[in-house]
């Protein structure tokens, strides 16, 4: 018998190891917003509930501030790498529109978006 999933790393609470990999691994791979925390913990075999607070246990912050985190994270390679439009990017990396993006880059990274790949480039 597996036991349970969220336990088998020995710590109650926390993902286990192979299902902490498993979930960063979907939420990365559907940065561009096509996933919910409730088909991701559907995924994991859990409760939303369950998996939001193990995930937390886990990883030290809660699963969609985790994604929101990738997010950025791939919108400033793109920002660096591509020339494509802030309302491009914002959409490819799962935002609803540039106004969305804009807020948390700038609550993430200290300046928009627009400011920050121009002193990059520059």
Do not use: Y
Request: charged share 25%; proline share 4%.
């Amino acid at each position: 018998m597996l036991g349970n999933p969220t336990t088998e790393s020995g710590v109650r609470g926390r993902l286990a190891p192979w299902l902490e990999r498993r979930a960063k691994d979907i939420m990365r791979a559907h940065l561009d917003g096509a996933l919910s925390i409730a088909q991701l913990a559907a995924e994991c075999g859990l409760s939303r509930s369950h998996f939001a607070r193990s995930f937390k246990r886990t990883t030290g912050t809660p699963p969609h501030r985790w994604l929101l985190a990738q997010r950025i994270a791939k919108a400033t390679e793109l920002l660096l790498k591509s020339e494509s439009s802030i309302t491009d990017i914002a959409l490819a990396c799962g935002f609803a529109d540039q106004s969305h993006f804009t807020r948390i880059f700038v609550a993430s990274v200290g300046m928009s978006p627009g400011a920050w790949r121009r002193v990059r480039k520059a």
